[in-house]
């Protein structure tokens, strides 16, 4: 088999990129890199980086750039390969990050960038009744827990609600999503480079129809 994809998937929050960007990993055999899960295992480990990361998550802010970079940095460095594919879920989310993004890329662009499309009634019924382990990160909902107790079907983690989850933070979350991000939907229009994709419905068919998509890029 040739490389895998390089892959940005873009949505609004709770539409399921991080769900489904850890499916597309595994079936194409590339790294999901999620900015959200690196910031909240730093915010986990106490690190002072992680610290001041964690003020503005849980307001529903945008982390600075220098700390999402470093932490991207830092992850590339620990041996992902850019050229041999990769998921990105939650990065870019602003035109200096998209910027930033083909710059790093150069020589390996993007195969594809995804507007996982989601209307916001559904993303706020999804976010409100989200968890998550504490440990891994892996996504559950109140309406497809864990087989166990609220434990971690992966690693035996603590299953629980995140911390920017509150009404407050996910309002603002969803304005700077509109602000912010949505103008780097045109941007990737623009190359030539996005697919809209229905993430409405059954979570399998939502994945075929992702994968229909990268593949229809390959
Ligand atoms: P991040 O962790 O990226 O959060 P987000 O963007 O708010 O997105 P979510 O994780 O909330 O949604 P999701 O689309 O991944 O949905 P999920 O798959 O969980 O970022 C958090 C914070 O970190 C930001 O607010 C910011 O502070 C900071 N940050 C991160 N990146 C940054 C950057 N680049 N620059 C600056 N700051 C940054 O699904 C949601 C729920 O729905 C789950 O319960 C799931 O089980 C369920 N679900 C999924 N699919 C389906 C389906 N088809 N049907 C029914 N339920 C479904
Ligand atoms: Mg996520």
Request: with cysteine; net charge negative.
């Amino acid at each position: 088999m040739g490389r895998g994809p390089r892959v940005v998937l873009l949505g609004k929050q709770g539409a399921g990129k991080g769900t489904q960007a850890a499916r597309l990993a595994e079936h194409y055999g590339i790294p999901h890199v999620s900015t959200g899960e690196l910031l909240r295992a730093a915010a986990a480990a106490g690190t002072e980086f992680g610290k001041k990361a964690e003020e503005y998550m849980n307001r529903g802010e945008l982390v600075p750039d220098d700390v999402v970079f470093g932490l991207l940095a830092e992850r590339v460095a620990a041996g992902d390969r850019v050229e041999n594919g990769f998921v990105l879920d939650g990065f870019p989310r602003t035109d200096t990050q998209a910027i930033e993004l083909d710059r790093a890329l150069e020589g390996h662009p993007l195969d594809i960038a995804i507007n996982l499309d989601v209307p916001t009634e559904t993303v706020l019924d999804r976010i409100a009744g989200r968890r998550v382990c504490e440990n891994c990160g892996a996504t559950y909902h109140v309406s497809l827990p864990p087989k166990k107790d609220w434990t971690c079907d992966e690693c035996g983690g603590k299953v629980v609600q995140r911390a920017d989850d509150t009404e407050d933070a996910v309002m603002r979350r969803l304005e700077l999503y509109e602000q912010e991000t949505v103008p780097i939907i045109d941007y990737y229009r623009k190359l030539g480079k996005l697919e809209v994709v229905d993430g409405e419905g059954d979570g399998d068919d939502v994945f075929k129809r992702l994968v229909t998509a990268v593949d229809s890029r390959l």
